[in-house]
């Protein structure tokens, strides 16, 4: 193995230097920050150590096959950051005191059994789980993931550069203490909540790191181990989870083709998480004789409601006219939680709670005591986006597409997979699936992904999930249109071999109802 030249009296190879360098990413971050950042990396880890001589600039831009400017960029600016230091006629080396002794690690023998430690083991609860590599597959049917060729790059970086200004910067760098950015909750006001018939005072509204958080915080706020508490099942699974860790005192609420029942159980509940736009994870659009039922009963018996809107502003058809459940409140008894996640994307985590102001006000001390306040950065960049008439923009145009992508796959789907069941409420991302008793939807998950179709297996929205094994949830937010119909065609098969797997004398009774049919 041949030894670089520039080693300076330690032995450090050429392979050495690509297994530091061999990831750069050419159609990715910008070259010189990526080779940045993996020096950095290697001297806070100990992998380079300190007065180790680096590749001349030269040898390192030949190494990689890159422009030396490259190089000699990323090594001035770790020098001016005292990473490196350049010695004259010597060469660049790693700084004395820019390096660290390598990891600390502890004795294992003094390392605690920390199960015995936990208050609590969240991991214990069953989670949804997603590849984390889903781009890297040619046919990805998510629900909740993003589409990169809809993302609103050029607007976003008008947004962002907007609030980067020496101005702006000095209105949102300081520590803001529990409040939002005034810029953003003034366009939450006056943009996005009225689409959904809301109308609040500033001292309504919170932000919060996506609706994840939302709901987080209003299950420690309202839930207590006997609060009487419903949701619905099949429903969203950390919900469920937020819940058991406050409470034993959760039932599922009865469901309908309708969406949930106002009825005795509902009455006797303190709480009730509901999805009234499009019910999770069978997109059913609850209609709007049955929301004033629903307010009706909490009215009568002093039931709270908490609706989670989580994708209303992507609402592509006609359900967009009927009003949320908040906009109907007359009593203060709907907390409305909404977000931008799957409206631009899962990785900008900004969320909103309207509430009413007493119950604003405990939002706000409770999450200082986590967090205090989201970046408000991020906050003054999307209060930008929004006030520059990019959001409304941008509304229309994923509409279309996802509109363009459901009526694809409604007019696909039925005829390739006649013995199931499935359902679409309109405006939803996503379809649900209903195969035939005995059906094993987990197992055709994993088969389908290693086929390159990701598709979400059912049971994990399920209290039981036995209940839920033959279900299926189909989301097209994540895959590009001319991408479908084959992806269709490679999944058809094996759903229909799944089918045949199914006990054949439990199939004979189950008769699949036309399409787009009600999922209960």
Not at 127 to 144: A, E, S, T
Request: charged share 25%; aromatic share 8%.
């Amino acid at each position: 193995m041949r030894t670089s030249k520039f080693s300076h009296g330690q032995a450090v190879t050429h392979v050495t230097w690509h297994r530091l360098f061999g990831a750069l990413n050419k159609d990715g971050q910008a070259l010189n920050l990526q080779i940045r950042r993996m020096i950095v990396h290697a001297i806070e880890t100990g992998v380079l150590n300190k007065n180790m001589r680096l590749p001349s600039t030269r040898e390192l831009a030949g190494l990689l096959g890159i422009a030396r400017n490259t190089v000699t960029t990323a090594y001035q600016l770790l020098i001016d950051e005292g990473f490196l230091v350049s010695r004259e006629r010597s060469g660049i080396f790693v700084a004395a005191n820019g390096t660290r002794n390598g990891p600390n690690r502890r004795d294992e023998a003094s390392v605690d059994d920390w199960s015995s430690r936990f208050a609590i083991q969240p991991s214990r609860l069953r989670q949804i789980c997603k590849p984390r590599d889903w781009l890297d597959y040619p046919y990805p049917f998510l629900f909740g993931q993003y589409d990169p060729a809809l993302f609103p790059t050029n607007n976003w970086r008008e947004a962002v550069k907007a609030a980067s200004s020496v101005k702006e910067i000095q209105g949102w760098a300081g520590d803001m203490i529990d409040d939002d950015d005034p810029d953003l909750v003034e366009q939450l006001r006056v943009q996005v909540l009225p689409r959904r018939g809301i109308f609040a005072g500033p001292g309504e509204i919170i932000v919060t790191i996506g609706s994840q958080q939302a709901l987080s915080m209003l299950v420690q706020l309202l839930v207590g181990p006997s609060t009487a508490t419903g949701m619905e099942d099949p429903g969203y699974p950390d919900v469920r989870n937020m819940l058991s860790l406050a409470t034993q005192n959760v039932i599922a609420l009865k469901q309908d083709r309708h969406g949930i029942v106002p009825d005795a159980d509902f009455a006797s509940r303190d709480v009730a998480f509901l999805t009234v736009s499009h019910q999770c994870p069978t997109t059913t659009v609850t209609p709007l004789e049955r929301r004033r039922q629903l307010l009706q009963a909490a009215n009568r018996d002093d039931v709270l409601i908490v609706e989670d809107d989580y994708e209303a502003d992507l609402s592509i058809e006609s359900d967009g006219d009927i009003p949320s459940l908040k906009s109907l409140d007359t009593e203060g008894r709907v907390i409305y939680v909404g977000s931008f996640s799957k409206v631009l994307a899962p990785g900008l985590r900004v969320g909103y709670i309207v509430a009413p102001q007493p119950v604003i006000d405990e939002l706000r001390v409770l999450r200082r005591l986590m967090l205090r306040h989201p970046p408000t950065n991020n906050q003054r960049a999307l209060a930008n986006f929004i006030a520059l008439g990019h959001y409304r923009q941008h509304l229309g145009r994923t509409g279309a597409v996802m509109l363009e992508r459901a009526t694809l796959i409604a007019d696909l789907l039925p005829d390739l997979i006649p013995s199931c069941r499935i359902a679409r409420g309109e405006g939803a991302t996503s379809f649900w699936i209903e195969g035939p008793p005995g059906f094993d939807g987990r197992q055709l998950v994993d088969t389908a992904r290693r086929s390159g179709v990701l598709i979400e297996a059912g049971d994990i929205f399920f209290a039981d999930p036995v209940a839920g094994r033959r279900y299926l949830r189909l989301g097209f937010g994540s895959i590009a249109t001319h991408r479908i119909e084959a992806g269709l065609a490679r999944l058809a098969p094996l759903i229909e071999t799944f089918v045949d797997r199914a006990d054949k004398a439990l199939r004979t009774d189950f008769r699949p109802t036309p399409f787009p049919a009600a999922p209960f």
